[in-house]
T-cell receptor
Framework: DAKTTQPPSMDCAEGRAANLPCNHS???????VYWYRQIHSQGPQYIIH???NNETNEMASLIITEDRKSSTLILPHATLRDTAVYYC????????????FGQGTTLQVKP | DGGITQSPKYLFRKEGQNVTLSCEQN?????MYWYRQDPGQGLRLIYYSQIVNDFQKGDIAEGYSVSREKKESFPLTVTSAQKNPTAFYLC???????????FGNGTRLTVT
């Protein structure tokens, strides 16, 4: 199964864009990249996912490199409520529904 | 509102006792999952079920059991065989395919 690597922590100024990187160099051609975030003692919240094209929704944008070995989650205007642990996940092939979570990036948005 | 309900939010048990964690969803999702999270770590898959009356072991199934008698419900039993049961337990559900998982708000189990 493909694994992901994320920096353990990042800071961002309130109102600025937060760019969270993720490496997934062993990703297979039919595996999607998912992003979730988790605020302490709550369940993870789905943010966005993509296969190879860039994606945007009301929460964030997802930029996937052409070789699909890495991606970046962009929160365009970070707020204090965006402080959370962000998980980049590659969904394994075979459609078992399993998501393999890594350690995540703790994003601290500062005023 | 549609969603996933886990109860209770906090649960305390004595060592050697079995305990069952509840997970109910009204999203009409076929698939349901149980994860365990330890402090400062990511989620690890315990069991998952893609349809009623069928389930598969995840990466850390030892010491746990599940049932899926109804589409809406996927209870998890933490047995006395689980060596380190104290953890945060999360239930999730999804439709089939590559649709995202929806998570409940978890049950924090403490065994002493």
């Amino acid at each position: 199964d493909a694994k992901t690597t994320q920096p353990p922590s990042m800071d961002c100024a309130e109102g600025r864009a937060a760019n969270l990187p993720c490496n997934h160099s062993t990703i297979s051609g039919n595996e999607y990249v998912y992003w979730y975030r988790q605020i302490h003692s709550q369940g993870p919240q789905y943010i966005i996912h993509g296969l190879k094209n860039n994606e945007t929704n009301e929460m964030a944008s997802l930029i996937i490199t052409e070789d699909r070995k890495s991606s970046t989650l962009i929160l365009p205007h970070a707020t204090l409520r965006d402080t959370a642990v962000y998980y980049c996940i590659v969904r394994p092939s075979g459609n078992t529904g399993k998501l393999i979570f890594g350690q995540g990036t703790t994003l601290q948005v500062k005023p | 509102d549609g969603g996933i309900t886990q109860s209770p939010k906090y649960l305390f048990r004595k060592e050697g006792q079995n305990v069952t964690l509840s997970c109910e969803q009204n999203l009409n999702h076929d698939a349901m999952y149980w994860y365990r999270q330890d402090p400062g770590q990511g989620l690890r898959l315990i069991y998952y079920s893609q349809i009623v009356n069928d389930f598969q072991k995840g990466d850390i199934a030892e010491g746990y059991s599940v049932s899926r008698e109804k589409k809406e419900s996927f209870p998890l039993t933490v047995t006395s065989a689980q060596k380190n049961p104290t953890a945060f337990y999360l239930c999730a559900s999804s439709t089939t395919g590559t649709s995202p998982l929806h998570f409940g708000n978890g049950t924090r189990l403490t065994v002493t």
